[in-house]
């Protein structure tokens, strides 16, 4: 990896993101001198600054720019928001990771900095952090909940206790204690699947009042159960605030082995296993690309709390994760698949013998014609369900008859309903190939992410960086990339990937926890650095000035500025054509 290319962050406000969650990734690699490249980029960040407003205070004009009162223009604190789970997992687990592998202090600070920022999040009645937005400015009392996803909500423990420990200040420990207590005491008894937490919920409603809504451990609920069993590294198995966390996430996985645990059993020779979606009351066999992260998670909760069955499901769902790459035309997991029940119509379709989906005669009038084969659309007209192109009822009923056709199941990948097929370079299904390659030592792993690796470079490779893909289900010929490059790609693919083909002595599990952005934090009394991985410059280098603000954060800010004073102008510009106007009038 030579330079990184530093994108302008819609998601992440503009901070680069980008950045921050490579740092450790470089230090793993052994590429310390990019590393310290990043060093002043990182002390620069202002973090009161999000994307060119500024939401900690206003602004005043020069005494010579004027507004209509004849006062120098101003700005108020400018309103706005930045996403508080995502801040935490990538800024501040990026920063926390860079320190435990380094030691630099500089990596400490701004994390301390960044998590003063967060812990107004946690001004709320219930001590649940406002998880997805807030504006950091807000200085008007408790920030009110709405609904919630647990996973935002849920997922800060590693972050803050970790920091808490570095810094020996409890405040870190306690707001993150407060949540997981609320969740367990006051959320998860009142739900259909007790300790199961539904994906989103409403914080703040009446205390008897059930709690409804859908269940998964992928999107929206994710690293919620990840964090149970992470924070039991962290604190040490033997601990007792480890044992509340080790009971909770045991007790989840077993009501999640009734609801969510289901086989696929459409594909013959396959032993397909996922962990779907329960909604509205039914099963989906569902299998999202979020959800992947889980094999590992399962592995990892029987390597510290001795459950072998977890290691079964854990493997399997990893190897269902990987076929389902390796059976999608550029060998990429799809984001998300819905597969058929057995008995569901549509699960097989009839083919010719030359492979070309069976059509039968089609004679006699519409009203006859079987409507699995041909549809109407909006103008009346037919058209083949398979490809929507026209019937001609004459002209098919002649060539047709007497072709030889049999059943093959439907969907791409096979036996599945429906599907999104983007790829967004995610991490989940690597992430638990690596876990159960250091969980098992079992070098078929290796060859696995070697594949995965293959595939992904051939078709994710682009220009400036790494391509988000349209449709992973569709053939190479008609591949799509989106010009679209998330910063995890770096904090997590990448490290994957990376540690999978690595001596795995390098970051060793037993040493390290990583958060749900692969950023590893210290789960041991060892200390910060302790690998030696970072190699300092050579000599005191100039950082700039601290949180003074990026390039690319001046740039906005001007322009920001700029704006207004533009705006500014022509306010007075229009004063005075008025004034003009009622001059030549008079
Ligand atoms: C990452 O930002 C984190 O892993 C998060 O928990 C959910 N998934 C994305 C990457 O897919």
Not at 75 to 81: A, G, H, K, L
Not at 339 to 350: I, M, R
């Amino acid at each position: 990896m030579g330079r990184i290319f530093l994108g302008y962050d819609e998601l992440t406000h503009s901070w680069g993101a980008s950045i921050v969650d490579t740092l450790d990734t470089l230090l793993v690699m052994g590429l310390s001198d990019e590393y310290n490249q990043c060093r002043s980029f990182v002390n620069q960040i202002n973090f009161r600054w999000v994307k060119g407003a500024d939401w900690s205070q206003g602004y005043v004009a020069p005494a010579d720019e004027l507004d209509e009162k004849g006062q120098p223009w101003q700005i108020p604190r400018e309103i706005t928001s930045i996403p508080v789970f995502e801040t935490g997992i990538r800024y501040l687990g990026g920063l926390l990771g860079a320190y435990d592998l380094s030691g630099d202090k500089l990596m400490l600070d701004r994390a301390v900095e960044i998590a003063e920022v967060l812990s107004r999040a946690f001004n709320t009645n219930s001590g649940l952090p406002a998880g997805s937005r807030m504006d950091p400015g807000y200085q008007t009392g408790a920030l009110k909940l709405h609904s919630v996803s647990i996973a935002e909500v849920g997922s800060m423990t590693l972050e803050l206790m970790r920091l808490g420990f570095l810094t020996n200040d409890r405040k870190w420990f306690d707001l993150a204690q407060r949540c997981t207590d609320y969740l367990q005491d006051v959320i998860a008894p009142r739900t259909k699947f007790p300790p199961l937490i539904p994906m989103s919920f409403v914080a703040d409603q009446l205390p008897d009042a059930k709690i409804q809504g859908s269940y998964s451990l992928g999107a929206m609920a994710d690293s919620f159960y990840e964090y149970l069993i992470k924070t039991v590294k962290l604190l040490g198995e033997t601990s007792a605030v480890a044992k509340q966390y080790a009971r909770l996430y045991a007790d989840s996985i077993d009501v999640a082995r009734k609801v969510l645990f289901i086989d696929i059993p459409n594909v013959p020779g396959r032993d397909l296993f996922t962990i779907g979606k329960h909604e509205y009351g039914h099963s989906k066999i569902e299998t999202e690309h979020l959800t992947c992260f889980a094999g590992g998670m399962l592995g990892l909760g029987d390597k510290l709390l001795d459950r072998p069955q977890d290691k079964i499901d854990g493997e399997r769902f990893t190897s269902t994760c990987y076929w389902l790459a390796a059976s999608s035309p550029l060998g990429i997991q799809p984001e998300n698949v819905q597969f058929y029940d057995p008995e569901e119509k549509g699960l097989y379709v009839n083919v010719t013998m030359d492979g070309e989906p069976y059509r039968p005669p089609v004679k006699g009038p519409v009203e006859d014609i079987a409507s699995q084969y041909v549809n109407k659309n909006y103008k009346g007209e037919l058209l083949w369900a398979d490809d929507k192109t026209p019937v001609k009822p004459g002209e098919d009923a002649d060539r047709l008859p007497g072709v030889k056709y049999h059943r093959e199941l439907n969907g791409v990948p096979v036996g599945s309903k429906r599907h999104n097929g983007r790829y967004i370079n995610r991490p989940e299904t690597i992430e638990s190939v690596f876990y159960m390659y250091r969980l098992t030592g079992d070098k078929k792993w290796q060859d696995i992410g070697w594949n995965m690796f293959s595939h992904w470079m051939t078709h994710a490779k682009a220009s400036g960086g790494i391509s988000s893909i349209q449709d992973v289900t569709k053939d190479v010929n008609q591949k799509v990339q989106d010009n679209n490059m998330e910063s995890f790609i770096f904090a997590e693919t990448f490290k994957y990937h990376y540690l999978l083909q690595s001596d795995p002595e390098l970051l060793s599990l037993d040493n390290y926890v990583l958060n749900t952005e692969a950023h590893p934090v210290v789960a041991t009394d060892k200390e910060p650095g302790f690998e030696g991985l970072w190699t300092p410059p050579a000599h005191e280098e100039d950082l700039g000035v601290r949180g003074e603000g990026t390039h690319v954060q001046k740039y906005l800010r001007l322009d920001n500025l700029a704006r207004h004073r533009r705006r500014n102008k022509s306010v007075l510009g229009a004063m005075k054509a008025a004034k003009a106007a009622k001059g030549g009038a008079a």
